[in-house]
């Protein structure tokens, strides 16, 4: 697939799938070809939102959950409501011979649209292989460190301009925690408020264990509402445990019989050690596996 990035980027098996909703029909396009404009505020500004789904067994997961999560990012930045049925379709066609023995992620992204040109938000999806690394975090855990966001717990509830909760395209703090993170030799992070108290991953929820009850912080905090976490806490409470969202610091964390960065590409990645001290996981990680459908991958 000749294109002017390379064969390297497009290189994938199964290959990439590009598709855009235009005036809200979805079409599938050529995925080495340019699908926005250069003057487009998702790219000049990462103002936007966007969703990111698991693929798997040739389905699309919590599809449902992520477009009404879509619409409240899209009401909490002033956009337009996104196209319910458009998008559901749009993903449809792209997860569409998706081979079922591959993991997917299906990115869903809604831009402001062009800068300076009152129109239409920009709509893509792209649907790719889940990275080996990813998969291996799954299976074996990460090792993570707690990294101040340097806001307090209850500003994001009273700042609404900070976005708490929303799904937006700015990211780029997010990828820094990350990388400053994999610069101590960790593969992940938590973020920590000013106050002392426990948020949530650059992407992903965090959930923990003590006792017969599975634990996450409240979303009042500013946190992104984990569809991974909702879902694994509905399951949880169906086979008998107590779930509770609360606040806590990072002694109650390294406390824990088990705690688990959850969200759906990467399903539950058990938490191997906390700034360097070794943890475990009480030997839960598998039940996780097992009620978020994840053992066999
Ligand atoms: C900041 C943040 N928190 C939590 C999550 C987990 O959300 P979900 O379980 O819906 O994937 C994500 C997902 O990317 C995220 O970016």
Known sequence: MASR????????????????????????????????????????RGDGI????????????????HLSRMADS??????????????ASLAAACAD????????VLKLVMTRGLEGLPGPPTCLATL???????????????????LCLGVASDERARSPWLLGGA?????????????HAEGAGAQDAVFVSTDGLVLEGPTSTVVWASGHALHSPPL?????????????????????????????????LVAADGVWLVSSVRGAAAVTSIDGVP???????????????????
């Open 5 to 44: 990035y390379g064969r390297g980027v497009f290189d994938t098996d199964p290959p990439l799938v590009v598709g855009r909703l235009l005036d809200g029909v979805p079409e599938l396009v050529d995925p080495t070809q340019p699908v926005a404009s250069a003057f487009d505020l998702g790219l000049v």
């Open 50 to 65: 966007f969703e990111s789904l698991l693929v798997r067994h040739g389905a699309v997961r919590g599809l449902s959950a």
């Open 74 to 87: 899209a009401e909490r930045l002033g956009m337009p409501a996104p196209d319910r049925s458009a998008w």
């Open 97 to 104: 011979g998706w081979p079922s023995e591959t993991d997917g």
């Open 128 to 146: 790719a292989p889940v990275a080996q690394e990813t998969l291996r975090q799954r299976r074996q855990g990460i090792a993570v460190r707690q």
């Open 167 to 179: 799904k937006s395209l700015s990211y780029a703090v997010n990828k820094a925690a990350l990388r």
């Open 220 to 252: 009042d905090s500013g946190i992104l509402a984990g569809t991974t976490q909702v879902e694994l806490f509905e399951r949880a409470e169906h086979d008998g445990w107590s779930t509770v969202m609360v606040p806590t610091t990072p002694p109650d």
């Open 279 to 297: 943890r475990g996981d009480a030997g839960l990680t598998p039940i996780v596996h097992r009620l978020l459908d994840l053992l066999d991958g």
